[in-house]
């Protein structure tokens, strides 16, 4: 009868031995949280008197925190005798656990330096955070280092998307070659230089799951896959608006200074944009491919107010011909829209509007007071410039001819002449036959010219004439016929 006792003795024994608990898998995040909270209960300073796993004191306290940490107490892990890849987590025996050794857990190792947490290194159970012990010096204080308990490894944290806001416009650069992904005018997505439009200006828009639609400032059409297939190398376009699906969602992994950008379609196979080939040549494609994390899938998501819509500064510079409307180029820029009012603007319909044109924007107007501005849009916004406010003058002239002398002398006189111009006299005959002419340049501004011509037989007169040039002869006023 004893002997089935003891054997049934060691039974259990062997059987209690078996099922000590598991460690558990925890990440590099939990366990920082998990010491932030011990550290919370048992803060530093002050005393830990209790028991735990058969142990007090300094190995009590070491086996506590690990079992709070990791689910089991140290003194169930597997020893290593040597420091020689000691990590956060372990529980290091210096000494004996007899009265003449002191045990630590380890918090965090950098270099040569291990920094621990302990109890009753002062012998009257104080609990300290953040002393620090060298791992080549083997030992602490008098103590030989005895062995250690090596904890579980810990498991790198899942990645998580990166926050970077929402309702904000943002240039992507392939950061490698500093080029800018492109919406083309066949709506697929290519590597360009940089040209400040709106074809390389996005709209970015988190949604509760962590993920971002992505708008072209072109039309407002997002970016995406042009198929649901689990191909490398699929394209990417900007096809259509939202429509809710996968293949217009993106994950943004690392930082706005280098950014992995994933389809959301593709969560288990992990397809990121990509610039094919790693060329740096305008007109790469941009594709889809599984993720490589290298220089082809980094982006420089450049987050900036200078990306955004601004007003342009208008500026108009008039003569006796042609207006000229010249204003800056606006970042994001897609279209820009000249109205022009004669009278007040807004008062009615503009007199003259020319849609979705560029700076310099040559027109010729009819004298009048005129004021107007030009509009700059893309998909999301519209900016309007300065009102600039002007009048178109026409030029004239006053000619008077001295007869007195051996020849004519004519005195022009010239008001409002706003442009370099041509000034000519003409002699005809009675019948209407030219007898002789004379031309004289002028600069913008003149205010009086004089010519000279030869006496003719009676019934002759003079014409002055105002052009703009010899070459467009354009009249800038009304001639003027004087009789001789």
Not at 81 to 109: C, R
Not at 299 to 315: A, G, H, N, R
Not at 429 to 447: C, F, K, R, Y
Request: charged share 20%; net charge negative.
């Amino acid at each position: 009868m004893k002997k089935k006792i003891v054997s049934a003795f060691v039974l259990f024994v062997m059987v209690f031995n078996i099922f000590i608990p598991a460690s558990m898998a925890i990440t590099q995040s939990e366990f920082d949280k998990k010491l932030s909270s011990l550290k919370s209960t048992y803060s530093h300073g002050s005393q830990w008197t209790q028991s735990f796993d058969g142990g007090i004191q300094c190995y009590g306290y070491a086996n506590m925190i690990s079992y709070n940490v990791f689910g089991t107490s140290a003194k169930y892990w597997s020893k290593s005798y040597s420091l020689s890849g000691v990590k956060a987590g372990d529980v290091i025996q210096y000494g004996n656990t007899t009265g003449s050794g002191h045990t630590i857990f380890v918090t965090n190792v950098s270099g040569d330096t291990i920094t621990y947490t302990d109890c009753n290194s002062d012998w009257n159970c104080t609990v300290k955070w953040g002393n620090t012990v060298s791992i080549s010096s083997n030992k602490l204080w008098s103590y030989s280092f005895s062995y250690r308990c090596v904890a579980p490894d810990l498991e790198p944290d899942e990645e998580q998307p990166v926050d970077l806001g929402t309702d904000f416009y943002a240039v992507i650069f392939h950061k490698s070659s500093w080029k800018p992904i492109t919406y083309d005018d066949d709506k697929y997505i290519r590597l360009r230089s940089e040209n400040g439009s709106a074809n390389q200006v996005w709209k970015f828009n988190r949604e509760s799951d962590g993920c971002y639609t992505i708008a072209s400032a072109v039309d407002g059409s997002l970016l995406e896959l042009t198929t649901g297939s689990l191909e490398n190398k699929l394209a990417i376009t900007a096809l259509n608006k939202d429509w809710g699906g996968a293949y217009q969602r993106w994950y943004l992994y690392g930082d706005a200074g280098g950014c992995t950008i994933m389809s959301k379609h593709f969560p288990n196979s992990k397809r990121a944009l990509d610039v094919a080939y790693g060329s740096s040549e305008d007109g790469t494609p941009i594709e889809a491919y599984d993720r490589l994390d290298n220089d082809n899938q980094t982006f420089y998501i450049y987050m900036s107010d200078s990306v955004k819509l601004t007003s342009p500064e208008l500026s108009v510079k008039t003569t006796n011909t042609t207006t000229t409307f010249s204003w800056n180029n606006v970042y994001g820029a897609k279209e820009y829209d000249l109205k022009i009012w004669k009278g007040t603007y807004w008062d009615g319909d503009p007199y003259y509007s020319n849609w979705d044109t560029r700076s310099p924007n040559v027109v010729e107007l009819p004298p009048g007071h005129y004021e107007g501005y030009v509009d700059v849009s893309n998909a999301f916004d519209v900016k309007m410039s300065n009102i600039v406010i002007f009048d178109i003058k026409q030029a004239s002239i006053t000619p008077q001819v001295d007869t007195s002398g051996s020849v004519y002398k004519v005195n022009v006189s010239i008001s409002d002449l706003l442009q370099n111009a041509i000034c000519t006299a003409a002699v005809y005959d009675a019948d209407g036959t030219l007898l002789e002419i004379d031309n004289v340049s002028l600069n913008s501004g003149t205010v009086s010219t004089m010519l000279a011509m030869a006496k003719h037989s009676d019934g002759a007169y003079i014409k002055i004439f105002l052009w703009n040039s010899l070459d467009g002869m354009k009249p800038l006023c009304e001639s003027k016929e004087i009789p001789l």
